[in-house]
């Protein structure tokens, strides 16, 4: 529990310093739109864990901040998505660079306490809580940062 409350005041203070005033679970919503791409509402309400009128009244706050908006489907004009705005983008690569660069700090004061079994162990543990790798997270943000079938919706 000391751990996990250290992370969520690293992220805390990350976005404190970004403008739009976002808080920890709208940032969530961006970093799953960063991480999966395009998504429907009810997706994100499911990976969020709340009711889709949460997921959907968190999401209509993302848009009237600029952050994510809505798109219709190419293929299927009932189909809507939500996707990041360059904005949103912007957001979650400062609150990444602030919190890699911190982490990078506490990892260097506490160096002769990360053995490759203490590695191994949370690398474990944080797949065991579904969270995806570094390098897969970013390559899913690259393949998602046009959603090139998509267009504004009517």
């Known amino acids: 529990m000391y751990a996990s409350r250290a992370f969520v005041g690293l992220t805390a203070r990350s976005l404190a310093v970004v403008e739009g005033d976002v808080t920890l679970p709208q940032f969530r919503t961006l970093v799953v739109l960063a991480a999966r791409g395009s ?33 219709r489907s190419a293929s299927d004009r009932r189909v809507v998505r939500v996707r990041l705005t360059p904005a949103g983008r912007d957001v979650v690569e400062q609150v990444m660079d602030r919190r890699r660069t911190e982490l990078e700090r506490l990892v260097a004061e506490t160096a002769e306490l990360w053995r490759p079994e203490v590695t191994a162990a949370l690398t474990a543990f944080a797949r065991a ?17 046009s959603d090139v079938e998509e267009s504004e919706p009517a």
């Not at 997921?55 to 952050?67: E, N, S």
């Not at 579904?130 to 690259?142: N, P, Y």
């Open 39 to 71: 998504q429907r509402s009810i997706d994100i309400a499911d990976e969020l864990q709340v009711n889709p009128s949460t997921g959907t009244r968190m999401l209509d706050r993302l848009i009237r901040k600029g952050l994510v908006r809505r798109v």
């Open 129 to 145: 809580a579904g969270e995806v790798g570094e390098q897969d997270w970013w390559l899913g943000w690259s393949a998602h940062h």
